[in-house]
């Protein structure tokens, strides 16, 4: 009898795996210190089986015996700077797909951006500014894109939308620059747009236009890092769905007043459905738009 797990490797080929390390309490809480206090994600004590399924595939591909091992190998000066960035791309969850949250792009371009671009028009300015601060694979970022070369650059020609999608997994932000995507990805995209602005491949690889992919740059930030967080300030408008989740309370706190701190007075703020700034922050005048909320930074 197979007592093992089947994983495929970096090649794509399958092999079993014998034996297979239990992760233990005390590696766990290892693990979990090491985790918070370098990205702020807090593993509570009934997530310990994620944890160790998320772990598994790299101890297995740096042919190591156990945690510890893994453990030990990632707190190695020399290893640690590589490391950490396969560590990320372990432990966070890329769910997404474009037009995800059809309501915010609504309230963007219908509400939010129309008073933006009034009070830019009347202070001389001439670039909006939007940041998608999880942008995974690039799906959300691209759906803004979309959304304001369809409603609202036909109607301000003379404007510069500046658009820059973040996340702290690497992997997933050169998928978000190739512009490539399956069925699922785009299964809630408009037939019109997908005639539009993607091309199908006869694999059913749809691929975005270099008009979209131009409006959006991508870089690695690390929404808990006070020193990167610094560098992305005067922004009207910062997407931030489904992070908040993955927070402990004072991490919530802190990453929230750096989100703050990013917006322009007058700047808007979106969370995920599922998240809420109460008992987080004060800060922010909430905004209440058809089937969806926004958060508004008015000093």
Same mark, same amino acid.
């Given at each position: 009898?197979?007592?093992?797990?089947?994983?495929?490797?970096?090649?794509?080929?399958y092999?079993?795996v014998?034996?297979?390390p239990?992760?233990?309490?005390?590696?766990?809480? =290892?693990?979990?210190?090491?985790?918070?206090?370098?990205?702020?994600?807090?593993?509570?004590? !009934?997530?310990?089986?994620?944890l160790?399924s998320?772990?598994?595939?790299?101890?297995?591909y740096?042919?190591l015996?156990?945690?510890?091992?893994?453990?030990?190998?990632?707190n190695?000066?020399?290893?640690k700077?590589? %490391?950490?960035?396969?560590?990320?791309?372990?432990?966070?969850?890329?769910?997404?797909?474009?037009?995800?949250?059809?309501?915010?792009?609504?309230?963007l371009?219908?509400?939010?951006?129309?008073?933006?671009?009034?009070? =830019?028009?009347?202070?001389?300015?001439k670039?909006?500014?939007?940041?998608s601060?999880?942008?995974?694979?690039? %799906?959300?970022?691209?759906?803004?894109?979309?959304?304001?070369?369809?409603?609202?650059?036909?109607?301000? @020609?003379?404007?510069?939308?500046?658009?820059?999608?973040?996340?702290?997994?690497?992997?997933?932000?050169?998928?978000?620059?190739?512009?490539?995507? *399956?069925?699922?990805?785009v299964?809630?995209?408009?037939?019109?747009?997908? +005639?539009?602005y993607?091309?199908?491949?006869?694999?059913?690889?749809? %691929?975005?236009?270099?008009?979209? +992919?131009? #409006?959006?740059?991508?870089?690695i930030?690390n929404?808990?890092?006070?020193?990167?967080?610094?560098? #992305?300030?005067?922004?009207?408008?910062?997407?931030?769905?489904n992070?908040?989740?993955?927070?402990?309370q004072?991490?919530?706190?802190?990453?929230?007043?750096?989100?703050? !701190?990013?917006?322009?007075?007058?700047?808007?703020?979106f969370?995920?459905?599922? $998240?809420?700034?109460?008992?987080?922050? =004060?800060?922010?005048?909430?905004?209440?738009? @058809? *089937?969806t909320?926004?958060?508004?930074? $008015?000093?």
């Open positions: 009898m197979n007592t093992g797990i089947n994983l495929i490797d970096n090649k794509g080929y092999s079993t014998r034996n297979t239990n992760l233990s309490n005390e590696t766990f809480g =290892k693990w979990r210190k090491l985790i918070y206090e370098n990205c702020g994600i807090y593993f509570q004590d !009934n997530k310990k089986y994620l160790e998320r772990l598994l595939k790299r101890v297995i740096l042919g015996d156990n945690y510890e091992e893994y453990f030990d190998y990632m190695f000066y020399q290893n700077v590589k %490391e950490i960035t396969y560590l990320y791309d372990a432990i966070t969850i890329n769910e997404t797909f474009f037009f995800r949250n059809q309501p915010q792009l609504d309230a371009v219908t509400n939010i951006l129309p008073e933006l671009i009034s009070d =830019k028009i009347k202070t001389g300015k670039k909006i500014r939007i940041w601060a999880a942008s995974s694979s690039g %799906e959300e970022a691209y759906s803004i894109a979309i959304s304001i070369n369809e409603f609202v650059k036909p109607k301000y @020609p003379q404007l510069e939308f500046e658009i820059v999608g973040t996340d702290i997994s690497s992997s997933v932000l050169e998928t978000a620059k190739k512009g490539k995507y *399956k069925m699922y990805a299964r809630n995209t408009p037939e019109y747009y997908l +005639k539009k993607f091309r199908q491949s006869a694999n059913n690889v749809y %691929e975005l236009s270099s008009s979209v +992919k131009d #409006m959006v740059t991508y870089k930030l929404l808990y890092d006070d020193i990167s967080m610094r560098t #992305m300030l005067g922004f009207d408008v910062i997407f931030c769905a992070v908040l989740i993955y927070f402990d004072s991490s919530k706190i802190k990453v929230v007043s750096n989100l703050y !701190n990013s917006l322009s007075r007058g700047g808007y703020l969370i995920g459905y599922s $998240e809420t700034l109460h008992n987080i922050s =004060k800060a922010f005048k909430i905004m209440n738009f @058809p *089937k909320i926004a958060y508004k930074k $008015e000093a």
